[in-house]
């Protein structure tokens, strides 16, 4: 597609539920990114892949959060036993190149209640 | 790791007056500085960006300014319009760090 795609848009889940967000990134862009947005606040780092290789998972903020991109393209956020402070608007973000080379294209974002 | 600080919170601006937001950052190693423009219910998107090696950059109505000396840089906008009402995220790249680090964001808001 022409830029980059998350899904769902809004996601509601109990709080102890498991969750999973989708990013599909623009074709072709080497780096994907994952950022968490609290309410009101800037984007936070969470990850960082260069093609297949997770290269940064520094900011996830617990072992409840993992993510992957297993073929380089298609990236997948998951939240096990999701707790309320978890939610916030998940930001995936794609790059042709690495690092500081290039611009950084966000998705819409995917919205995580959790009740 | 990084630290980058954004002001003011909000601003407001009447129609065809000029906004600045102002950002400074920790690290003298970062070496990339880009602004983004959030929309309700969007992703940020980049509207300009500056490199370390150069002071000041321009795209019509939209200009940033780097001081590396003192670690800040400007985000100015003239001749606004409400169509420039979002919130504006400046960040910075860390040198060897594999992320942008973001400001707390400036909601402005075009009088009209």
């Known amino acids: 597609g022409a830029g980059v795609s998350q899904s769902p848009r809004y996601k509601v889940a109990k709080r102890g539920q498991d969750v999973a967000l989708r990013c599909d990134p623009i074709?072709?862009?080497?780096?994907l990114f994952w950022y968490q947005q609290a309410l009101g606040q800037g984007p936070e780092f969470l990850t960082y892949?260069?093609?297949?290789?997770?290269?940064?998972k520094s900011g996830l903020p617990s072992d409840r959060f993992f993510a992957e991109r297993p073929e380089g393209s298609v990236s997948t956020l998951k939240i096990q036993r999701t707790q309320q402070e978890d939610s916030a608007v998940y930001l995936c973000?794609?790059?042709?190149?690495?690092?500081?080379?290039?611009?950084?294209?966000f998705g819409e974002g995917s919205r995580l209640t959790v009740l | 790791g990084e630290n980058v600080e954004q002001h003011p919170s909000t601003l407001s601006v009447q129609e065809g007056d000029s906004a600045v937001i102002k950002c400074t950052y920790s690290?003298?190693?970062?070496?990339?500085f880009p602004w983004y423009k959030q929309e309700l219910g969007k992703g940020p998107q980049l509207i300009i960006d500056?490199?370390?090696?150069?002071g000041e950059k321009k795209d019509q109505r939209i200009a940033v300014t780097l001081n590396k000396t003192a670690k800040h840089f400007s985000l100015h906008i003239t001749e606004t319009q409400p169509e420039d009402s979002a919130v504006y995220f400046c960040?910075?790249?860390?040198?060897?760090?594999?992320?942008?680090?973001f400001g707390t964001g400036t909601r402005l808001t075009v009088i009209p």
């Open positions: 074709s072709g862009h080497v780096s």
């Open positions: 892949f260069q093609n297949e290789a997770q290269l940064d």
């Open positions: 690290d003298s190693a970062s070496n990339y």
């Open positions: 973000a794609s790059s042709l190149m690495g690092t500081a080379t290039g611009e950084l294209f």
């Open positions: 960040a910075a790249w860390e040198t060897g760090a594999n992320n942008l680090f």
């Open positions: 500056i490199r370390s090696n150069v």
